[in-house]
Every structure is written in C-alpha cells, then in structure tokens.
C-alpha cells in the first residue's frame, strides 16, 4: 500500500513540475513577443520621426526659396 500511495505521490509532483514548466515556456513566449512588439514600435516611432524632420526640413528649404 505505501509503496502504490508513493508511487501516486511522484506522478502527482511529475504532473505539476510539467505544468508549471509549461505555465514557464509561455510567460517566456509571452515576453519575447512582447519584446518584439516593443522593438517594432520604437523603430516605426524612428522612422516616422525622421520623416517628419525631412518634410519639416524640405518645408523651411521651399520657404527660404520663396522668400
């Protein structure tokens, strides 16, 4: 009997140690891809900033000439 309650006990902590493994691997795939989201939104920011100092730099160009 004690070695059947054992033998329940250890497939009872596998099964946990396998869910929080898992619970683990997707709090990870969640931070890489938020990782990835943050990145791309800071270089679109980038992109998007640098064409507006170009528009804002053609702007004051056109400006200059007309004047």
């Known amino acids: 009997m004690n ?3 054992t ?12 869910l929080k493994d898992v619970e683990i691997t997707k709090k990870d795939a969640e931070s890489i891809k938020q ?3 943050r990145n791309a939104f800071i270089v679109g920011f ?9 528009i804002f730099r053609s702007y004051r160009q056109n400006k200059k000439i007309i004047l």
Do not use: C, H, T
């Not at 033998?7 to 396998?18: A, G, I, P, Q, T």
């Not at 980038?46 to 170009?54: E, Y």
């Open 7 to 18: 033998k329940y006990e250890s497939e009872k902590k596998d099964k946990e140690l396998v």
């Open 46 to 54: 980038g992109l998007v900033l640098l064409l507006a100092i170009f």
């Open 35 to 37: 990782q990835a989201q």
């Open 3 to 5: 070695e059947m309650n």
